[in-house]
């Protein structure tokens, strides 16, 4: 009982907090979105990089997808809008501390541009269907938005960067080898963690929407 009192004690608490996040000014909430950026971008500084693909390894899909759970769907889309567009200005927040438009040109571009729709998908399902708000479901939300918003793109600009760098477009299961597969372990870790995280700091199910 004590546990199951507690339990709702903090649900309640959470529900306050995200309403009182939605009555937020829209100045806030950008420098709330300002600030997850700066979470991505200190999450990209995680660096792994592989012998066999020009794409590391790194921490950033995690910040993306907490961005669509905490702030979510436009803001948490804005976020990742602020993340690319600053870092393609100037501010060395990409990967290695790297910045500008070659950056976005290169092999990793796609990934990088795949993080805003990833993010207001997430937002978007989270805030509009309460009932997901479960590890599971969580976990497959995020799953589908990393296949198809993040991934996707992401190989697509690493077929044509490979095109321009080597005259030749690479054939589908090098793609995957040096695009997808590497990867996958390690998002699988990710995603398991953030819908952990989002089922403990996320917006129960009676939450708000954060002007999304």
Do not use: H
Not at 8 to 18: A, L, N, P
Request: aromatic letters at 12%; one cysteine or more.
């Amino acid at each position: 009982m004590q546990v199951s009192g507690a339990l709702e004690q903090y649900d309640r608490f959470r529900t306050d907090v995200f309403r009182s996040r939605d009555g937020l000014s829209l100045e806030r909430k950008l420098a709330l979105s300002v600030l997850m950026a700066l979470a991505t971008g200190i999450m990209a500084q995680i660096r792994f990089p592989l012998p066999w693909t020009p794409v590391p390894i790194t921490g950033q899909v995690f910040a993306v997808l907490l961005s669509g759970i905490m702030l979510g769907g436009r803001f948490g889309a804005l976020s990742q809008v602020f993340y690319v567009a600053l870092g393609t200005a100037g501010v060395p927040w990409f990967t290695g501390f790297t910045a500008g438009m070659n950056v976005m040109s290169g092999p990793t571009g796609g990934y990088l541009i795949g993080f805003i729709p990833a993010a207001l998908f997430i937002g978007r399902m989270i805030e509009r269907y309460p009932a997901w708000r479960t590890i599971p479901r969580l976990f497959a939300i995020m799953a589908l938005s990393t296949a198809l918003f993040i991934y996707m793109p992401g190989i697509l600009q690493l077929a044509l960067w490979q095109r321009t760098a080597d005259g030749y477009f690479p054939g589908t299961g090098r793609l995957l080898m040096v695009g997808v597969i590497p990867f996958l372990p390690g998002d699988v870790v990710k995603i398991i963690l953030a819908a952990c995280s989002a089922r403990i700091l996320g917006p129960p199910a009676c939450g708000g929407r954060f002007g999304g």
